[in-house]
């Protein structure tokens, strides 16, 4: 058996032990000088009698695996005439199983020694060997391994026990030795258990840990006949209200006296003389604990058994009268959540190790949107099956355990923390889940129909906040988990597995964050249409001045009609519109300077360490990945949940600087390469290249535009992909492949053709492929007006027998046209709506010019000229952004393809109107407007590339026209 941890208490340094086969059961034999025939030999060999395993040595396997360690078989058997391998054990009590007749070589061969240690992960000196052949033993002993030889089973174990330094006798299911750090002093608890139960202090004590909670250390305890658990505060100092046993006595005897399945409670000693701190003993309850939800082994009708009796233990629970019970005073009476997100805070302060930022958003957050009314009950706290005993036999519930965490309150976060599992996944650490599982396979109800179970044996409506009491549950396990991980750092967890709790808490509180945004987008969805909302245009002069205008309709606005105001759209997307423009100001601006003079110098085909600087503060700050639209992530695993309408305000600013997209990971083609990674990629894809794209490490290009045909129409591609067994092999030039010179750049979306013969629009396919794969060259740097767009570039690049596994084609053969059409739309509005935030930039840009400017004896913004031209530019802003999110609403509201039309139309209008207002802009600057001392050149260049970008205007106009004439 392995450990994790360091164990000193080991009286050697074994971390495994082997069996062999004739060391763990008794074959009886036959008599002498008897005939027998060959099939009734294997009959009766095969025989349960021939074959019983020994008691004492199944008891200590089981000891041996609760520590923590391995335990394999090593086994000289053979292969039974059904082809079945004849080894008469219960598999499940061994980690690893190595049989000679499947590996062609048996005891005493030293192969067979090094292939159970490979298997296991050890070394040899780290293992321990029983067996009762002499010759079987030398021979591990020469590879290095402890050796016990196996004359009298009862022997052995004692001498395994010398070795092992803990006992093999006495098995308790859950329970282990003692740890070192959570030792009790034995005297003082022997008699003060003799004192409470009248007996003598001369009884046997059989002391054991319970492995099971994160919290208060539990153990078993056998003092003569009886079978008692302990239950005690953790040693050294404690956080206030935390860990309060003496809570959990008194609400443990009030619950038993109202008929909840809970143990019955003996004592409560807050004496710290006894064993150090206060601690209570009940009953131990023997019965079933089933740790993981989708509970394997059982028969399906079994499972939904299990559900249906764990759910209605927990409608009995909320509806034990709190006054009958004594338990009036056992909390607070109101505001239960807002109060519980108070504690949890604090405690979450208390224990902080590093900033979380979905922690520090869910703290702001939950405090604003708790429930207006709240049903009053006893609530668990830590209501989850495997804080459940079930009968031996029976599928009913005989007891809940760990109360630490009741109080009286909102018995609805009891429901949602019990379905938490339902949004975990099978494989978690802390808490294994049911999220990959197939419950309808499985028999397990679906969370509907578990919520719905509940609320029909409580008699209460459907739960139209859910989201809100998931959000709330996971902020509190993440808080519960901080404190955890920190007690690790100290030495006082109860838990051997405490120290792995650091990742798991941010994981838990981006999980909460994400059903908060499920929450914001539902209120938002129901919010009363009464009210008009008013849009606040910025129309600044200067990027940390922002003025607002407001435009307000006279009218209310149905929900299926376009919103065009910020102050209209969630408080979470106002909250990140607000937060972004403080980003820009404080941060984005002031570098723009220092940025584009670093673009223009030698170093500039490396990135800029400022730029990475500002893009982790920026995911610090939860201002990152807002791009991915709702549709395309709905259960919002790698974005922030915006629609396309909602991104469209954030991408507008964020269009003021050139600058600011990739600061935030909103910047193309990576937004495009991901969302195609959603929507088109395999699992082993995402964590392949989704992953690291998500978090910034690595960026992307897209290869599509051919030098040698006209690309606006993507069927033309000539780029070859051919197939040779296992992998494809490409071959072909593309050019204009944005962001293929950056350094980072490790992923290259390609596209071509797998067959010429196929239909129009299926000889296209797309494959990923590294940028490092021997035959891809890059050679050269295309310009924009003779700007490089360092380090980023536009690359023309070769592909010379580019040879690439068929594990990353996209989507399918003939499907790349498909793939293209998806990823274009929401490309080409983020580009439209960055353009709308140029132009805004650039009149901002204007007006401070003009207003400090004097030519031919008065102000320029005097001149009857620029007062027009900024008229027009306020003009043709104003009717591009309403097109923007007009098309933005109808890709949100009816889909990409139907949107097509808004698509097209603003593709068209954005960049020409973008080039009019940033063209006066420079004009106005005069000379100065065309250098590099103002981001006016560079975001000309930008909008007149994008006339041909995602499809020259020509292309639109013409896909406009054969739509209009269809209409």
């Known amino acids: 058996?392995?450990?994790?941890?360091?164990?000193?208490?080991?009286?050697?340094?074994?971390?495994?032990?082997?069996?062999?086969?004739?060391?763990?059961?008794?074959?009886?034999?036959?008599?002498?000088?008897?005939?027998?025939?060959?099939?009734?030999?294997?009959?009766?060999?095969?025989?349960?009698?021939?074959?019983?395993?020994?008691?004492?040595?199944?008891?200590?396997?089981?000891?041996?695996?609760?520590?923590?360690?391995?335990?394999?078989?090593?086994?000289?058997?053979?292969?039974?005439?059904?082809g079945e391998s004849f080894l008469p054990l219960d598999k499940k009590q061994f980690d690893v199983i190595i049989e000679s007749c499947r590996e062609g070589v048996c005891k005493p061969d030293p192969r067979i020694y090094r292939i159970c240690l490979e298997r296991l992960g050890v070394q040899a000196r780290e293992s321990i060997f029983l067996d009762d052949i002499g010759q079987n033993l030398k021979a591990a002993g020469q590879l290095g391994i402890k050796t016990l030889k196996v004359e009298d089973p009862n022997s052995a174990i004692q001498e395994l026990e010398t070795h092992l330094g803990f006992p093999l006798q006495s098995f308790v299911p859950y329970t282990s030795s003692v740890r070192p750090t959570m030792e009790i002093p034995r005297e003082p608890l022997r008699n003060y258990l003799a004192r409470i139960l009248g007996t003598q202090a001369k009884e046997s004590l059989v002391l054991r840990q319970f492995s099971h909670g994160q919290s208060n250390p539990t153990y078993y305890i056998r003092f003569g006949e009886h079978q008692l658990v302990?239950?005690?505060?953790?040693?050294?100092?404690?956080?206030?209200?935390?860990?309060?046993?003496?809570?959990?006595?008194?609400?443990?005897?009030?619950?038993?006296?109202?008929?909840?399945?809970?143990?019955?409670?003996?004592?409560?000693?807050?004496?710290?003389?006894?064993?150090?701190?206060?601690?209570?003993?009940?009953?131990?309850?023997?019965?079933?604990?089933?740790?993981?939800?989708?509970?394997p082994g059982l028969e399906a009708s079994q499972r939904m058994e299990i559900y249906t009796a764990m759910n209605r233990v927990l409608c009995k629970i909320h509806s034990v009268d709190i006054k009958v019970a004594g338990l009036e005073d056992y909390g607070k009476h109101g505001n239960y959540i807002q109060r519980q997100v108070q504690t949890w805070s604090k405690q979450y302060r208390a224990t902080e190790t590093h900033t979380i930022p979905a922690m520090e958003r869910l703290i702001e957050w939950l405090l604003s949107h708790t429930p207006a009314s709240e049903h009053l009950s006893v609530v668990h706290g830590d209501f989850r099956l495997d804080n459940l005993i079930f009968h031996p036999e029976k599928l009913e519930v005989v007891s809940v355990l760990d109360w630490e965490l009741s109080t009286l309150g909102n018995p609805l976060s009891d429901v949602a923390y019990n379905c938490m599992v339902y949004y975990l996944p099978s494989h978690f650490d802390i808490i294994k889940g049911l999220k990959d599982c197939d419950l309808h396979q499985l028999a397990i109800p679906p969370i509907e129909a578990y919520i719905q179970m509940y609320c029909n044996h409580m008699g209460i409506p459907p739960i139209e906040n859910w989201n809100f009491y998931m959000a709330f549950s996971f902020f509190r396990i993440a808080a519960i988990l901080q404190g955890v991980y920190k007690r690790s750092l100290t030495g006082q967890a109860s838990?051997?597995?405490?120290?792995?709790?650091?990742?798991?808490?941010?994981?838990?509180?981006?999980?909460?964050?994400?059903?908060?945004?499920?929450?914001?987008?539902?209120?938002?969805?129901?919010?009363p249409t009464s009210t008009p909302p008013a849009r606040p245009f910025s129309t600044w002069a200067d990027p940390r001045q922002l003025p607002r205008r407001h435009y307000s309709r006279m009218a209310p606005i149905p929900k299926s009609h376009l919103i065009v105001s910020l102050d209209g759209l969630p408080k979470r997307v106002q909250e990140l519109h607000h937060k972004l423009k403080q980003f820009l100001d404080a941060h984005v601006y002031p570098a723009e300077q220092l940025l584009r003079n670093h673009q223009a110098s030698p170093e500039r085909w490396t990135p800029h360490p400022l730029l990475e600087e500002l893009k982790e503060k920026a995911k610090s700050e939860g201002l990152w990945n807002l791009f991915l639209p709702l549709e395309s992530d709905p259960d919002v695993k790698y974005g922030a949940g915006l629609t396309n309408l909602e991104y469209a305000h954030l991408c507008e600013l964020m269009g003021t600087s050139v600058y600011a997209p990739e600061v935030f990971n909103c910047s193309a083609p990576d937004t495009g390469n991901m969302e195609v990674l959603v929507l088109y990629g395999t699992e082993a894809q995402k964590e392949r290249w989704l992953r690291p794209l998500l978090d910034g490490k690595i960026r992307s290009c897209f290869a599509m535009t051919e030098p040698q045909v006209a690309s606006s129409d993507a069927t033309n591609i000539e780029a070859s992909i051919v197939e040779e067994q296992d992998s494809y092999v490409l071959n072909g030039r593309k050019w204009w492949i944005s962001g293929s010179l950056d350094p980072r750049c490790q992923l290259c979306i390609f596209m071509g053709k797998t067959d010429p013969t196929a239909p129009r629009h299926k000889q296209q396919s797309m494959l990923l492929v590294a940028m490092d794969t021997p035959g891809i060259t890059v050679t050269r740097p295309l310009t924009v007006y003779g700007l490089d767009d360092a380090p980023a570039g536009h690359g023309e690049i070769t592909f010379e027998n580019v040879r690439v596994s068929k594990e990353n084609l996209l989507l399918g053969a003939g499907r790349g046209f498909e793939i293209a059409q998806g990823r274009l739309g929401p490309g080409r509005i983020h580009h439209c709506m960055r353009l709308i935030g140029f132009a805004e930039r650039a009149l901002a840009l204007m007006k401070e010019r003009v207003s400090s400017r004097v030519a031919f004896g008065r102000p320029l913004v005097e001149q009857g000229t620029i007062r027009a031209g900024i008229a027009e530019s306020r003009i043709e802003i104003e009717q591009a952004r309403l097109l923007v999110l007009k098309a933005a609403h109808v890709m949100d509201t009816v889909g990409n393809k139907e949107a097509a039309l808004e698509i097209a139309m603003i593709k068209v209008v954005a960049?020409?109107?973008?080039?009019?207002?940033?063209?006066?802009?420079?004009?106005?600057?005069?000379?100065?407007?065309l250098s590099n001392d103002q981001p006016l050149a560079q975001s000309f260049a930008w909008a007149r590339a994008l006339r041909l970008a995602d499809g020259p205007d020509e292309v639109h106009r013409a896909a406009i026209a054969k739509m209009e004439l269809k209409r």
């Open 495 to 527: 838990s051997a597995t405490a120290a792995g709790t650091e990742k798991q808490v941010e994981f838990m509180a981006d999980l909460a964050w994400d059903f908060a945004t499920k929450e914001g987008f539902r209120v938002f969805k129901e919010l």
């Open 230 to 295: 302990l239950r005690k505060k953790p040693p050294g100092k404690l956080l206030p209200s935390a860990h309060a046993v003496e809570r959990e006595y008194r609400v443990l005897k009030a619950l038993g006296q109202a008929g909840v399945p809970v143990p019955k409670v003996l004592a409560f000693c807050d004496d710290p003389s006894i064993i150090g701190t206060p601690f209570y003993i009940m009953d131990h309850i023997a019965g079933r604990i089933f740790k993981d939800p989708s509970l």
């Open 911 to 929: 960049p020409r109107m973008a080039l009019q207002v940033i063209d006066r802009a420079i004009q106005a600057f005069g000379a100065a407007g």
């Open 1 to 82: 058996m392995g450990r994790n941890e360091d164990n000193s208490s080991l009286g050697t340094a074994a971390q495994l032990t082997m069996f062999a086969p004739s060391s763990v059961f008794a074959p009886q034999p036959y008599k002498a000088n008897s005939s027998v025939p060959v099939e009734s030999f294997l009959s009766e060999l095969t025989s349960n009698e021939m074959t019983r395993q020994l008691p004492v040595m199944m008891e200590a396997i089981k000891c041996i695996r609760a520590e923590g360690l391995k335990t394999a078989v090593l086994s000289n058997n053979f292969y039974l005439p059904s």
